[in-house]
Nanobody
Framework: QVQLVESGGELVQAGGSLRLSCATS????????MSWFRQDSGKEREFVAG????????YYKDSVKGRFTISRDNAKSTVYLQMTSLKPEDTAVYYC??????????????????WGLGTLVTVSS
């Protein structure tokens, strides 16, 4: 089983940038497609971005396209989410998820095999 630990969340002003990291351990990282989801209080967990095992396939939620970039470093067993031009509506707990697949990353909650505990991003207006 793979363990995931997110970091990098903090309070930032609107228009600012953050980079989230998700470090993994326990299994071969390159076997997993990775995704970022987020969940604001009282709302469902929603897909933000996903990346395939080799980084070729990348998906984004429409509202973050052009602002967020997902990447991975298989040598460091880590996936990143670079967030720019942050908006108050980006405020949420951000979770990374792993799916053991040779195909595309998970884009819905049910498709994820393993979850981290999340990191809080707060964007002030």
């Amino acid at each position: 089983q793979v363990q995931l630990v997110e970091s990098g969340g903090e309070l930032v002003q609107a228009g600012g940038s953050l980079r989230l990291s998700c470090a993994t351990s326990g299994r071969t990282f390159s076997n997993y497609a990775m995704s970022w989801f987020r969940q604001d209080s009282g709302k469902e967990r929603e897909f933000v971005a996903g990346i395939s095992r080799n980084g070729v396939i990348r998906y984004y939620k429409d509202s973050v396209k052009g602002r967020f970039t997902i990447s991975r470093d298989n040598a460091k067993s880590t996936v990143y989410l670079q967030m720019t031009s942050l908006k108050p509506e980006d405020t949420a707990v951000y979770y990374c998820g792993a799916l053991e697949t040779m195909g595309a990353p998970a884009t819905n909650y049910a498709g994820v095999d393993h979850w981290g505990l999340g990191t809080l991003v707060t964007v002030s207006s």
